[in-house]
């Protein structure tokens, strides 16, 4: 393996200033392809959601899937786009194995959206807009699998496999502006970018964007210039990069190579480069000088697509509300500081918060119970919290029974991890485990007296006006009740019996 030169982070930016370009692939949760009415469900045999379309047969006539143009036209709008009157797909010429047709259907010139941006929030708040140069809508090739070499690449592969089964499904392609004036955050922009998208392109419901899936890709292109220049430098374009950190990773690491080669006396060739996961570094792909030319013409075969204006406007009225503006809502609903905010989004906590929350617990609860008890699970268990076998409408439950006094914090936290057991419902481990606070008076107050009689001069501080003191004695019923009692209750009753006020 060759050893890529890399100058220091701060020595690239203090000499140049990056400039990216994001291209982000989004496969649309659809039901059927792009062109024709085969499933997108991949979970078949290979080639069995295959038919003389996505196959590229000769004769066969490709249909536009009207829930691809239209979610095309949500992601358009979202992103503050204009959407096109008029326009049509085109051909994308060329030939790989992947793709019967040899030629991908896509939009060219004429894209069905265009000249939009999406606000995105950084870490400390600050709020950067990236410019959109378009979205277009194309469709997906199929997938080889290369057998008989040692990595799983074409070389050295004995032969390769091919499954259709992908060929055809929807891709939305949102292609940004040259990103500018980033400088040494343009790694956390594009990380934040992606992000954003995703947030909004989930809450669109146009798919489920799962990066980890490969539903949703992005390529990164990012060149120099020197510090005051205007004339961008030579791009490279890593290549389906698939997680946020990755995303950064791959610009940071871009950034420092660039500065190398550049600083070396180097020239950077325009090429497409993979990205390691391993390392966080990247390698040469293929060399894609400005004559590389696939050809295009309009598609023939398909009718242009005009979407009405009106039908525009009423995806427009039906938006949802935009992830950002919402998070700032509940940030206030919930009358919580960024810090805060910021960390129940990275728990990926906000929906299930809201999810609580509707199902009737107060907000303060809801989060007390996702970011504390059930967090720290996901995080012994190496899950998300999605993943944990709990319900928003059990954590309200559980919400629910320690405000009627049933339960305390610490039983609470007992009938949550019997919730994670599998041992039921909380009213299930409630009965299962006989969790209930003791709320007989007549039970509490033998446990009081035994403790007052067991801690004779404590009580005698305490009849002495020392009622800090107190505490040991709640304490004391407590561990007698095995935590089971209400200790507001507890103290009441001891300060009673001992003849002073609260
Ligand atoms: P291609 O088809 O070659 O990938 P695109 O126009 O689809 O070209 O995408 C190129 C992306 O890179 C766009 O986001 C564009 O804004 C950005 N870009 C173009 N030139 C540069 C450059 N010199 N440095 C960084 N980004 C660039
Ligand atoms: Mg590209
Ligand atoms: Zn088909």
Not at 265 to 286: K, L, M
Not at 424 to 429: H, L
């Amino acid at each position: 393996m060759t050893v890529i030169d890399l100058e220091s982070y701060e020595d690239a930016l203090a000499t140049y200033d990056p400039v990216m370009g994001l291209e982000v692939h989004v496969e649309l949760g659809t039901r059927t392809k792009m062109f024709c009415g085969c499933s997108t469900e991949l979970k078949q045999d290979a080639n069995s959601q295959t038919c003389p379309v996505c196959l590229g047969l000769p004769g066969a006539l490709p249909v536009v899937n009207e829930i691809g143009v239209e979610s095309a036209i949500k992601i358009g709008l979202a992103l503050n786009c204009e959407i096109a009157e008029w326009c049509r797909f085109a051909r994308k010429n060329y030939f790989y194995p992947d793709m019967p047709k040899n030629f991908q259907t896509s939009q060219y010139d004429e894209p069905i959206a265009f000249d939009g941006y999406l606000d995105v929030q950084l870490e400390d708040g600050e709020i950067f807009r990236v410019q959109i140069e378009r979205a277009h809508m194309e469709e997906d090739t199929g997938k080889s699998t290369h057998v008989g070499g040692a990595t799983g690449r074409i070389h050295g592969a004995s032969h390769s496999l091919l499954d259709y089964n992908r060929a055809g499904i929807p891709l939305i392609e949102i292609v940004t502006k040259p990103i500018e004036g980033a400088g040494a955050r343009a790694p956390e922009v594009a990380k934040a970018y992606v992000a954003e998208l995703r947030e909004l392109i989930k809450a669109l419901g146009v798919s489920e964007a799962r990066m980890e899936m490969g539903q949703m890709r992005c390529d990164v292109n990012l060149s120099l210039r020197p510090n005051g220049t205007e004339t961008f430098g030579t791009r490279s374009e890593t290549k389906n990069v698939n997680s946020l950190r990755s995303v950064e990773r791959a610009a940071r690491f871009e950034i420092q190579r660039h500065a190398a080669v550049l600083n070396s006396g180097g020239t950077i060739v325009q090429e497409t480069r993979h990205f390691h996961e391993e390392d966080g570094s990247t390698t040469a792909g293929r060399i894609k000088d400005n004559a590389e030319d696939y050809r295009y013409f309009p598609e023939p075969d398909l009718v242009p697509v005009a979407p009405s204006r009106d039908w525009v406007e009423e995806l427009r009225k039906g938006l949802p509300e935009l992830p950002r503006l919402r998070r700032k809502r509940l940030k206030e609903e919930w009358g919580v500081n960024e810090h805060d905010m910021q960390s129940i989004l990275n728990a990926g906590a906000v929906d299930l918060i809201v999810a609580t929350t509707d199902a009737g617990a107060p907000s303060d609860q809801a989060r007390k119970w996702w970011m504390g008890e059930l967090a720290r699970n996901a995080n012994e268990t190496g899950r998300s919290l999605d993943e944990l076998p709990v319900t928003p409408a059990q954590v309200a439950r559980v919400a629910e029974l320690v405000a009627a006094g049933d339960l305390n914090d610490k039983l609470a936290r007992q009938v949550l991890e019997g919730v994670l057991a599998g041992e039921g419902d909380p009213d299930t481990v409630v009965e299962k485990r006989g969790l209930k606070v003791v709320s007989d008076e007549g039970a509490l107050g033998t446990a009081v007296d035994e403790a007052i009689a067991a801690n004779a001069a404590i009580a005698d501080k305490i009849r002495g006006g020392k009622v800090a003191a107190a505490g040991a004695l709640v304490g004391a019923v407590m561990k007698a009740t095995r935590g089971q009692a209400d200790a507001a209750r507890v103290r009441e009753l001891i300060l009673e019996k001992l003849g002073v006020e609260g």
